[in-house]
Every structure is written in structure tokens, then in C-alpha cells.
């Protein structure tokens, strides 16, 4: 019925460059999930910074602080290919030129040519020269440092630094051989306040094949592959391993480029045929939005496969050596966002990385909720924190801690070598630097100091994941362990109040209000969580009486938190309306902010928590979501403005939940507009600094689109799910798409002028399909090449087979037209304009034109690092 050009629809989203990228992280990036780069120019010279997912200068026991000068990762090496003169100009036929359907990219000026890929299967970065000037001079392929061979970093406790933590020594050394260079990267750290050392390496190794070479050994900082002038093809390997030693791979030194592009590609375009979305609009809009879903799916493919996710802001694609601006912790909200897409993209190896990091930390966040929280049971994933985990404190300092966080001692009763324990990992460095004003509150409090409800936001996702792909082995060993532990977590914090219902005492509202009491985001996390843990349990067969106490919990939680109530109209902002729900009650900080903060957190329950989807059809609980949207701040101004808020992502992924099709490109606009700058090749900065490029936009985005065009949600956490076929879709946009449903459904499907055309399922599991009646009227069902019957009612139930395929359609003699989907080729840069209903205009570009403005991206580099050193040095 559909017949996709997945070349043509993919390559809409190509980076074009018709100039040299401002600064370097506006190139282009490739990677393979492991190893990655961003590819960039200075006139003579193509530039690579090789970085990996899998190597970390330091662990959770790092004995400096957040932020401090050792909080980095993932850098291996920088690589630079000179071509001898000044030709990677405007004015000598540039163009660079990334190929996303291929995940290649190339660089083109008058009489060279330069293309290049991260192998999809071997960590080695493969570069041709096509050199036909007619002078051709030396290829220099330089390997290069940007320290000294040996930097040692004396840790002291911040922000006095008079007493010394530890030591951490980054350093490195060279090897070369008859035609290749080995750079050698190791760092080590002592502590004096931990009985634990750390270790960490990486090497990357460079090789030049198809013409004689030499090497110059230059600095102490830098080795040179010199390969002879002539004209004709150069092909050039850069590897990677996160160890001391590396071996180029005897097939990748043995295959000619095209041999090993095509092994290269196979996989790129497997993926790239799992799912699609092919949008119009009459102002291109949809287009636009489309090609950054693609790029979505591309920068997560280039930096998620491998043994950890990508940090979410950076990725593969650092330019700065050492420069992090946020440092190499993890945050659930960012690195969430990047991963919301995949479910519906049927892109879950690319979650994999993201879940099996957290549940490698489990058993240390079991151990962090008994030390920190005093709970006897459960798991405490804090909202942001090392790659390894929580910090695992000995008794005395775990004891001083947990009085910290429940309001049993202040700051100033931390030990010097609790303080020093407590230096790096963010919840902890946080809580204890906390400056107590002596008016706010008694009580030490922090952003994400007493947030617990990151763990619920893992699990749910986990569950997504499991009912995509229907793998029960996965959720014993990963979604359920996940979800159990943080239910019990939050089973063992509750306290039962003296109207013999379940409350919360002296937890954040994510990071708007501080130590409230009953906080809607926990309610609601407790509401998401459980049900799915219990039916978890019951398919598993396991832990009967958990789930008996799982669900008396249930049966007795305290409920939301509403205006009209005097404790949450005591907490300053916390109230939008007396009949919707409202943030929480008040506890012991009131902050008394001059406007509202930068979340919108009364939509939780919607999203990502699912307490009230589209299915629920409960008036009440109907009347309160669509009245809170209509009233939550921040939204209304990034709608009003496009402005830039801080923390954006729940709202707009929760007015396409409650159906709100018609102000999707309004707030896909908008919110694109909010993420500034938009760098030429689809990241943005965002928050932090230039080498903090990011997807946290693009995830926003893309997931706000595919939930306008499909959903598949229950009425309440663990009941069955139904499908929605464009339930949040505007009726000028025309869209034809496949995604995946959660209960293993291959959905395709086409709306044209806000009529849904036809419906194909293909069921993977042979589960029982529910899906909403698209046409309000009987409608008929055909298995491919089987059988046709009528079905009738609003939401459709019928029996399928693994593997088997069937279509809906509105007349039983409607005869399905095919299509074939092959846009014309993308020729150069895209950009998108919208006006909003206030008359603000806003828009985005992808790639550079010939005259591209300048963004100013030098400076920003330099004022953020100025200010980072005055704040953190």
C-alpha cells in the first residue's frame, strides 16, 4: 500500500553546507554508538576530536568537586587533516556535505575531495582524499593532545580549597610504527578520603594506506602521518578502544573504502527502514519538523549503542578537549529526552545503553536510599549522577548525610571528610554546600536535593520498552527489578496520617518547590508506578505479597494535592486554580520567587506518569488536564514569545496526550524557537555553554509528533492499551507514517485534510488489538490477502496472529490507493517560518548558505569559559 524511497525521504534531513562552519560545533557529526566526532574546517584543514561513551576521567569517588577541572569525559584524541594550502573557502566551490541515509560525510572544494564515516560495526573512523590539484602537495594527518603529557591536578575540598582531597593525573604518551601513530590516554586518581583508587584509558591509532608515508614526530603533543604528495585516492584509519591498547581490525586494514562503506551502510539503512514519517504543510513547516525528527534519530544512532549512553548534552560530538561544560554526570531529564522517540521509532537497541546503565547501578541505589532516606527497602536513583552510580558512603558519613536530608542537622554539622565524600556527586555536592540565608528555611534544600521520583521516570520508561517489544526476559531482568524497587522505595517513605491516608513529607516538586509535603510529582510517580509494577509481577508470577501491599498502598494514597485547599495555597505559586491540581502543600521552604519557576509541573500526572491519558474519559479528571494546560505558565509564554524557558519538555508532549492537534505547529514552533541557538546542524546549546550541544529540542519535538500521530495508552497504569490513530493532528498537515504501538503493532497509516484514509497493522506479538474507531462509524478489517468483516464501536477489538498483517478502512469497497513516497532531493539548507497567534514570528534553519549570518559562537565560547573558571576554578 505504501512504497517508500527511504533514500529520497531520509535525505531530506542532509546537512548542507554551502560555507565553512562557524565555529566547530556547528560541523557535521558521524558516529557509530560508540565513537563518534564532529567533522569541521579551517582553510587548509579538516578537524576531528575522536571521543568515546565508554571513557570517564573520573568516577563517582572523585575527590574534586562538580564541575571542577578533572570533571570531563570522553575526549580520546584531536586529529587534524592538512591538505598543504588555503583551500576550504567560500569562494573555491565549498561544500560539506553530510549524508544522513548513509551516515557519511564529505567535504568538497575546487580539485579535493574528502569523505569519511564511523563504521557502524568496528570503532574506526575511515577517511579518502581524492587529491587531483594540479600541485598536489603532502596529506599531514596530525594525532594531537591539547594538555602536556602529564598534567597532575591537587584535589582540595571546595570552595576553600585548604584542605587536599586526593590527586588525579591525566597523561599520555606516543607510539609509533612503520606507517602508523598510537596515542595512549590514562588517567588515575588517589583519595584520601576513600579507601578507592580509579583507573580509566583510551587509545586511538591512526594508519595511512595507498601511498608511501612518514612520520613526523613534531611536539611532545603531537605525532604526524605524512603521506607523499600525488595526485589520486588516500584512504586513512583512525581507531578507538576506551584501553591502554588497540589493534586495527584485520579486515577494516585489509578492504578497500567503497568495500568497507558498504558493509558500513548496510546497517544505517536496516534502521532507517524500521519506521518513517513523511509530512506536508502548505508553509513547510511539517517538512522542516520532519527532517529534525530524522536528525533526532540520526544523533542517536551516532552516540547510543555502545556499553553507556551518551552524555546528553555533548554527545560523541565535544570539539573542546577537556571543556564539559556541565561536567560528565548524567541527568534522567535530559538523557530521557533523548531516548523518548526511539519507542515509537522502533529504535530499541538505542535505549539499551540508557537502561543498562541503570540497572548495572541498581544495587548501589538500593544501598543510597537506606543511607540517605533511612528506608528499608527500595531504590533511590537521584536525578543526576556518575556513570557508576551513587557514592556508597562508610557508616559515620552516611549517618551525617541522612540527618542532612531529613532536617535533623544543618550544614555546618558535615565532617571535613563527609564534605570531601560528598564533593562530586550532585545531589550530595549540592546539599552540602547548601548556604543556609536564616530566613528561607532551617533546613538544607537544593534543586535536585530532594528529588526521588528520577526513579519512577526510568522504570515507567522501562515498562514502554517491554511493551513495545513484548520481551519477558528483559523484563525480569531489567524493567521489573526497576520497577519493584522504586515502588518499594516509595512504599517504605510513605507515612500514614491520622485521616489513615498515605502522604510524603519533605520531598522537591522535581526541581519548582522545595521540601513540600504531598507533592504532585510523587503522587504522581507512586500512581505510574505501582499498578505497572504489579502487573509486572503478576506476568513474571512473582512476589504475591509485594503486589497485596502494592496495591493497599494504592487503595489508601493521599490524593492530588487541589487549589482550593489551604496547604497549597500556602505554597507561594504553587496554586494555577481552587479546581485543578495543584504542586503540593506547603512543607518547610517557601521560596517566594518574584514569578514562576521554570517547570510546569501540575501536568506529571499526564506526563510522563500516565495517571490521565485520552483513554480515561473521566469528566473530572478531563475537565482538570485540559484547564491546566490552558493555564500552566511557562507554556503560555514560550507560546506567546517563543522565549526561552529553562525545563520545557513535559508540557508540550502533554497537549498532544490531551489531543491537542490543532496547536501542534504552534508548539512545535515555538518550542524549536525556545531552544536557542539552533545550531546549523540541528543541535542546540540550550542551557549551558557552546560544548554543550544537545538533543534535548529535537527529543522534544519529535515526541511531540509522534504522539499527535499515534498513541497507545491505557485508560489507567497496566490496563490494556488502546490506539489512537491521529489523535492530536492538525488538519491542514497531510501525513503518511509507520510507528510502533506498545503491545508489539507495527501501525501505517495516512491523514489527509484531518481524515484518517486508512489504517495497517502489523501485529508482532498476537496480542489482542484495541484500537480507537478512526471513522466514528462501522468500519471493516482485512487480513492482507485474507479474509474482510464489518466492526463497529468506538474503539475496535479483534484477535491477531504473530507476524500477520491487517487493514482498517472506512467502506468495504474502498479500494486502498497506493503510494509511493519519494520527495524531491533536499538541494541546500532548509529553514521554517511561523507566526504565532500573538503575531511574534519565529523560525529555524538547517545547514549554512553562502552568506550565513555570523551567531557569534566564538564569543560565547569564550565568555562561558571565563565564567566557568571564575565560578568552579
Sequence with gaps: MVDIDYRTLVSQ??????????????????????????????????????????????????????????????????????????????????????????????VAAADIYVRGFVHSADDVMVLQVDDQRPDPQPLRLTVSMWRPPQVETVLTLWPDKTLKTGTHVARYTFEEGAHSIVLHQAFDEIREFTDSSYHSASAVAAT??????????????????????????????????????????????????????????????????????????????????????????YYLASSSRGAFPPNGIGLLFQTGGDVHHAGAQFWVWIQEMAIYPAFAADAMDLVEPYFNMHIRQLPDCIEAARQRWGVDGGAFFSETTAFDGPVVLPRESAQEVQDLLLGKAAVDSLSPETRARCAYESQLFYMSNHKDDGETSSRAFAPIGHVVSSASEIAVAAWWCYRCTGDTAWLAETAYPLLRETTEFYR?????????????????????????????????????????????????????????????????????????????????????????????????????????????????????????????????????????????????????????????????????????????????????????????????????????????????????????????????PGEPEIISVCPAWPKAWRANFRLLARGGFLVTAAVRDGEVEFVELESRLGEACRIRNPWQQPCFLTEVDGATRELDGNVLRFATCPGQSYRLQPQRDHEPVDRRIAPVKVAGPVSMSFTLSSGVTVGGSIGRRRDEPDKGLQAREEQKAAHEYGRWG
Design 13 to 106: 534531513a542532509d546537512l548542507i553546507y554551502e560555507s565553512p562552519a562557524e565555529w566547530s560545533v556547528e560541523g557535521t557529526p558521524v558516529g557509530n554508538g560508540r565513537m563518534g566526532t564532529m567533522v569541521w574546517t579551517t582553510p587548509s584543514a579538516v578537524h576531528f576530536q575522536i571521543n568515546r561513551c565508554d571513557l570517564f576521567a573520573i568516577d563517582r569517588y572523585h575527590a574534586g568537586h562538580q564541575y571542577g577541572a578533572c570533571d570531563y569525559a570522553g575526549a580520546c584524541a584531536q586529529v587534524t587533516l592538512d591538505v598543504g594550502e588555503d583551500v576550504f573557502h567560500t569562494g573555491n566551490g565549498f561544500r560539506q556535505h553530510l549524508s544522513v541515509y548513509d551516515a557519511e560525510v564529505t
Design 208 to 297: 595511512v594506506t595507498d601511498r608511501p608515508v612518514t612520520i613526523d614526530t613534531g611536539d611532545d603533543r603531537s605525532r604526524t602521518l605524512v603521506a607523499s604528495a600525488m595526485n589520486g585516492k588516500a584512504t586513512f584509519h583512525i581507531a578507538s578502544a576506551a584501553s591502554e591498547t588497540i589493534e586495527l581490525p584485520d579486515a577494516i586494514a585489509d578492504s578497500s573504502y567503497d568495500a568497507l562503506r558498504r558493509v558500513h551502510a548496510e546497517w544505517w539503512h536496516d534502521f532507517w527502514a524500521r519506521t518513517f514519517i513523511h509530512l506536508s504543510s502548505a508553509d513547510g513547516v511539517a517538512e522542516f519538523m520532519a527532517h529534525l525528527r530524522t536528525l533526532h534519530l
Design 492 to 716: 517504605h517513605f510513605v507515612v500514614k496520617g491520622n485521616d489513615v491516608r498515605y502522604h510524603l513529607h519533605g520531598t522537591n516538586v522535581h526541581e519548582q518547590f522545595y521540601l513540600v509535603k504531598d507533592s504532585l510529582v510523587d503522587l504522581a510517580a507512586i500512581r505510574g508506578t505501582a499498578p505497572l509494577a504489579i502487573r509486572a509481577a503478576e506476568i513474571l508470577g512473582v512476589d504475591t505479597k509485594l503486589r497485596d501491599q502494592w496495591r493497599e498502598l494504592l487503595d489508601n494514597l493521599a490524593p492530588h494535592p487541589m487549589g482550593h485547599e489551604p496547604a497549597s495555597q500556602a505554597l507561594t505559586l504553587g496554586v494555577l486554580a481552587d479546581d485543578v491540581w495543584a504542586a503540593g502543600h506547603l512543607g518547610d521552604v517557601d521560596l517566594r520567587p518574584a514569578g514562576h519557576g521554570s517547570e510546569d509541573v501540575w501536568l506529571f500526572p499526564v506526563f510522563p506518569f500516565e495517571n490521565w491519558t485520552l483513554e480515561t474519559r473521566d469528566p473530572a479528571e478531563d475537565r482538570i488536564v485540559q484547564r491546566l494546560i490552558d493555564l500552566v505558565p511557562n507554556h503560555k509564554f514560550v507560546m506567546e514569545t517563543g522565549g526561552w524557558r529553562p525545563s520545557l519538555i513535559r508540557t508540550p508532549i502533554s497537549c498532544a496526550r490531551a489531543g491537542r492537534g490543532e496547536e501542534l505547529p504552534a508548539i512545535l514552533a515555538s518550542h524549536l524557537a525556545a531552544y536557542t541557538p539552533l545550531l546549523a546542524n540541528g543541535l542546540s546549546l540550550f542551557e549551558t555553554g557552546v560544548q554543550s550541544m544537545g538533543i534535548e529540542h529535537s527529543g522534544l519535538l519529535a515526541t511531540v509528533m509522534q504522539e499527535g500521530l499515534l498513541q497507545s495508552v491505557s485508560p489507567r
